[in-house]
Each structure stands twice: as structure tokens, then as C-alpha cells.
DNA sequence: AAGTCACATGACTCAGAGGTCACATGCCGA
DNA sequence: TCGGCATGTGACCTCTGAGTCATGTGACTT
């Protein structure tokens, strides 16, 4: 947790140190990133970085709080009946949210990727040592139920088909990103093409690229 | 290329190095690597180190010409002649040398990992720059190869496809190695499991986890 | 025995990291 | 006007990184 200084700061510097620090992280990830750069971009002295923060992770881990709060806000409604869909309803609702998010918010999603990508980074462990499980659960949960609804096959692996939907899910972003950045970072025009290709890939999902 | 001097070494000398080396890239990656852990490693003096080599990148491109060099010894013949299988049993042919490959050398391929994951790393950019897009050309023609055989649908976006499967074979990687990690690092045992996930993995690919 | 040459060595430089601290500034109530 | 207290500041600390260099060593030549 932050220091109390640091919440009474005026909103507008406070903003604009968050900003600045989730783009450091965002761009060179938890361990490369400089906290003499963050102090730099957001124009204030080191002395009053270590007045608000205790540390590095502190100001992670407060990101990612609030990280986690305003992704909370483009959750589907959806997502929040699990029962009510099939599973690739919502496999599909989950991937557009996702996208949606990180249309709007694209440093964020960075550094969600940067998660992902270091899930076994202790700083990681650390903050979502629950989270993960939990989140392992509920994809369980989720198949489990498919399975006996007759929507998934009953032969698959449970762990591993978690774990690769877990990987997809990166790599989808991963190819969003690239793709704009090859498109010169002009992302509305981009956008309704990625999300074609969510339907498409939830389609390879469901019944693979070979034919039938 | 490292200097002469290093070649000049008896054997036993320089594969100490390479192996200390390999390790400490495989745990810690490129940028958090640090010589004075392999100088300490394979008990050598620092200024020794630069003796053979010019520096740190030098090192790690040595490393990765050997690795590959190493892994062509893997590749089975039937990746030799892919005009002669269908895509499918190529792909399970490459996983199949990757993984008897990670099972012999599981340093290496913990690299092999790091490359893959950091693939956006200048650093990496730089090795593999023509190999990359040679690695894509590839795949997109044995894609295209196998669309025009009728043994994939001709409806995939064969960019993004071709980005999935790289990612898969990371992810597969990655289970692998959790794998054994949860299990003692006892590999032998768990060796056929695994080999059998790729059956299922490849069947995935092919029919996707959807009840037919 | 003297000289040469390849290799070995670790103390050193400089840069940048995270984090600290003595002091400056400015506001607010008395 | 003054004291007190929250906030701001940047020089400074220690640590570790990559990379350098003057010097040492030992084998082989002449």
C-alpha cells in the first residue's frame, strides 16, 4: 500500500504518476524498470517518490490494484451468468472484452501482458498467488461443465487445455499489438478486423484448422 | 564470434564455460545473466572471460550457434521431406524431436524458451532477424501446401495461425516443464505422458476441443 | 639463459540501480 | 508573527553490473 501522502496528492499529479510508472512497466517490465525514469517523467524529486511509495513494489503492486479495478468495468455482462452460455459464448465474450480493455487502455493491457509473460516471476507469485489458483479453478469449472453438457469433448486433458487457453489468450494480444504497431500504432482502423478474427479463432478453438 | 583464445582452450576448459554459461542464461535470460556469476561459475577470472570473449553478447551468440547446431541432430526425417507427410503428422513430428530434444538437454531448451518468450528483445531481433521470417516463410507455405491438399480448412488467417502455433509450442514447453518441476525434476517418468499429450495436442489442433 | 608469446588474473573504472536523509519550502492555526 | 507539520528536494549511499588493463606466469624457441 501506497503511503497516505501519496492519496493526498491533487488528483492531477497523482494521475500523472501512475501514468508515467505504468508506461515504465508497461514498456521494460518489473525488474528492468527504472525508477530514476519514472521520477524524471513525472517531473517530481526521488525524496518525493519514496514519500509516497514504501518501494518498487509498491507502486507494482498499487498499479496492479488498480489495474485489476477499472478491468473490472468491462466485464461483460456475460461473463457474469457463466451458467447461462455455453462455453465458447463466453470464451468469445471473454476475448472481446479483453480487447476492448486493451483498445482503450493499451499501456495497461502491456503491462498484463508483461504478466502473463512473467507469470513465473516472483513478484507475480507474490501478488497473484491466489489469483491464479482461483482463476485455474474457475476455467475448471467452466470445462467441467462443458464437458457435461456435451459441448467439449470428454477426452481432453483439463490442466493442459487450461493451460493453452491461458497461453492463447496472450498470444492473441501479443498479435494485436504487433499488428499495430505495424499498422503504425493507428489502432480504430485495425480493430474491427482483430476482432473478426476473435470470431475465427474461437471457431479454431471449437474445431480446430484441419478440415471436417 | 568469440576470440581465438577461446578456441585455443583444452575441451574440458571450454565446455565448463559453455555449460556455465548455458545455465546461467537459461535461469536468469540474457539481460539479468551476469558474467561475474559464470566467471565464478566455471572459476575463471573475470579478465580471463574477456579474453574469449568480446562481451556479453558475444557469449550468448556463441551459445546460440552451438544450440542449433546441436538441434539439427534432432530434427527427425520426416521434417527432412515435408512434401511426402500432411501437415498434421509434420506437426507431430516436430513436437515430438522438440520435446526428445528438451528431455536431452533440458538447459538448452530452458533457453530455447527464454528466446521465444523475449523474442522481442533487440538482442534476439538481431540473432534471429533472417531466421524468423525464414521460420514464418516456411510454415506459410507448408500451410498453404496442406490448404490446397484439403487437409485445412481454407478459411484461416494464415499469419495468425502461423503466429498460434509458435505460441503453442512455447506452451507446450512451458507444461512440460512445469511439469516436471511439480515433480521432483524426475523427467523419465513423466517422459511418455507427455509424449502422449502431444497425440492429443496435435488432435486439438487438427479438430479443435469441440464435440464433433 | 634470455627472450617471446599466449594466456591468466583481479583490482579497477564508470554507469546505473534502489533507497536514504538532512534540509528547504510553504501552509495553517494561534 | 511565529511555531509546527506535511510535503518537496537532490545530493548521497551502497551495491552490482559490464568491461578494462597493468601485471604475472609458464612453456617453448633460439
Do not use: C, W
Amino acid at each position: 500500500m501506497p503511503k497516505e501522502t501519496f492519496f493526498n496528492l491533487p488528483d492531477e499529479k497523482r494521475a500523472l504518476i501512475e501514468a508515467t510508472a505504468v508506461s515504465e512497466f508497461a514498456t521494460h517490465g518489473y525488474d528492468n524498470a527504472s525508477i530514476n525514469r519514472i521520477v524524471a517523467g513525472a517531473k517530481i524529486a526521488k525524496g518525493s517518490f519514496y514519500q509516497y511509495f514504501h518501494d518498487k513494489k509498491d507502486v507494482y503492486k498499487h498499479l496492479m490494484a488498480r489495474i485489476a479495478e477499472k478491468k473490472l468495468d468491462y466485464i461483460s455482462p456475460v461473463l457474469q451468468n457463466p451458467g447461462d452460455y455455453d462455453f465458447f459464448t463466453l470464451l468469445q465474450a471473454a476475448y472481446r472484452s479483453g480487447l476492448d480493455f486493451a483498445r482503450e487502455n493499451p499501456q495497461i493491457a502491456l503491462i498484463g501482458n508483461q504478466v502473463f509473460k512473467h507469470r513465473d516471476h516472483p513478484i507475480h507469485q507474490e501478488i497473484f498467488k491466489e489469483g491464479q489458483d482461483a482463476g485455474k479453478a474457475f476455467y475448471e469449472q467452466l470445462l467441467r461443465l462443458a464437458i457435461a453438457r456435451g459441448e467439449i469433448r470428454p477426452d481432453i486433458d483439463i490442466p493442459f487445455v487450461i493451460h493453452i487457453l491461458n497461453t492463447l489468450n496472450v498470444a492473441t494480444f501479443e498479435y494485436y499489438f504487433e499488428s499495430i504497431k505495424g499498422n503504425d500504432f493507428n489502432m480504430t482502423e485495425i480493430d474491427d478486423d482483430v476482432m473478426d478474427t476473435v470470431d475465427l479463432f474461437i471457431d479454431f478453438i471449437k474445431n480446430g484448422i484441419g478440415t471436417p
